[in-house]
């Protein structure tokens, strides 16, 4: 044999046994084809539309970030002006990108401007309020907007990524949908036929704030949380419902749903958090405590803060709902304890919230749709059946049409879809319905480049030329074409990928991977079984073609 030939099948030959490695892994001995069959099916990570699972389309609601920001600029102009002795009416939020500053003494004006413009100029225009001498208007920018959105977006995206991985779901697909402004995020997670508990994973401590107790009393209802106060909330706060068993100063709360009247602003939000852990209480073994970290911009708003309401209690918010209301007993800087009646597992259960990033914004859900694994199973059989039946077509096709030479064609085509599962095995590709789509085309494109490169052969042969002359030059004159027909398809498949979703990205990938393959299949192996069939006849003879 040739060496040249030698080496190519040496080459083709550890391709082959790669590929088996890919699809089964280490034979173990004894085996048997069930124990194959097991292997390559962990191999090969199926879609939700094979495996079945749960879909879903989520709206994050980006304007709460927004008058989230609003609220502690508030709370931040207002702590300025009292720590300066600074004279002033109010500071008034009018909507969430606007605040009115009203009634700042006119003598220490221009030091209230200074303050803003130096520290805030980056995200809020000031303007004088008209018909207000001494009254400002504050101004989110566009830019800032645009930028809170786009944070909250991302910061939503990689916590729900890490709440999913965090309690073992495999394979999800967690991607932003829709266009700049949709704000809305999809969802598939296959294998998981329960959309109540990933609702749950996702959901729970999704908008996280620190804020502080106004009134000490747990009420039982809206009603008479409002007729304790004559009908209207003191200024700067709102109404928030909590847990029964988050306990305030005055004890015990009634049975059931209650209610409790806290500041507007928040001091801390989730975008805050780096770390949360439980630990064993060491005053009280007993119980247990969760530890807390902050960022360092959060920890010079925390500690004045804390040292200023040593005593009051600082209801942790998930959610617009009151978890806890621990009580600050020191001041906290960028690290913490939450205290409470904590189990090890509802410390370990708010640890968790904590740890695994706690939502910017709260999220509605626009869609939502479960596949079933009966329905996966029988997408898997039907498209099994399609391409088995579609590849043995070709085959008898080539065998008859192009007799010996078909074979060829039919040995590379076998191989071409091998290499493509074993690619999907060894980069974790999922596959989906549109992937074995996908399958099926590839083998329309690898019979195509057969019939390019046999018609080729053919015509030399016609035109009086050797077998060996005819195939060097059916191969040759066909590559070309065949690489051109294929660049244009991958270029086609690329678009389809950068722009579809999951599963438009599965067929987009199955496709640009058989490609691929069918190039080393169609020219090189293919021209390599001729070179050896030419061979054993001494590059005589008639072709069969």
Known sequence: MNPNLKWKFIFITLVILACI???????????????????????????????????????????????????QMVDRITTWLRSKSIPYQEVHRVDDTHIVVRGVDSSRLSEFRDYVNAQFSNYWDMSPTAGDPSGYTLTLRAAAVAQIQETTMNQTL???DRRINLLGLTEPT???????????????????????RVRGVIQVGGQLELRLLEDPVAYSSETEALSRHGGVLPPGTELLPGRADARTASGAPPAGEVWYIVSRAAIVTGRDLRSATENRNTNNPGQWVVDFTLSADAARRFGPFTQQNIGRQMPIVLDHSVYSAPTINGRIDDSGMIEGNFSQESAHDLALVLRAGALPASIKYLEERTVGPSLGADSIRHGVQASVLSLLVVM??????????????????????????AALAFFGAVLTLPGIAGVILTIGMGVDSNVLVFERIREELRNGKSAASAVDAGFDKAFLTIIDTHVTTVVSAFFLFLFGTGPIKGFAITLTIGLIANVFTAIYVSKSIFQYHLAKMDRQGELSI
């Open 174 to 196: 967690i991607q932003l949908r829709g266009g700049q402004n949709s704000n809305e995020i999809l969802i598939q997670l296959p294998g998981e036929g329960d959309p109540s």
């Open 396 to 421: 008898i096709f080539m065998l008859v049409y192009y007799r010996l030479s078909g074979a060829n064609a039919v040995l590379a085509l076998v191989l071409n879809l091998v290499i493509l599962l």
């Open 21 to 71: 490695y890919g699809l089964v892994g280490l034979p173990t001995f004894p085996t048997s084809v069930a124990l194959l069959k097991d292997n390559f099916s962990h191999q090969i990570k199926l879609g939700l539309d094979l495996q079945g699972g749960t879909h879903l389309v989520l709206q994050v609601q980006t304007q709460e970030a927004i008058a989230q920001e609003t609220d």
């Open 158 to 160: 990689e916590t729900i």
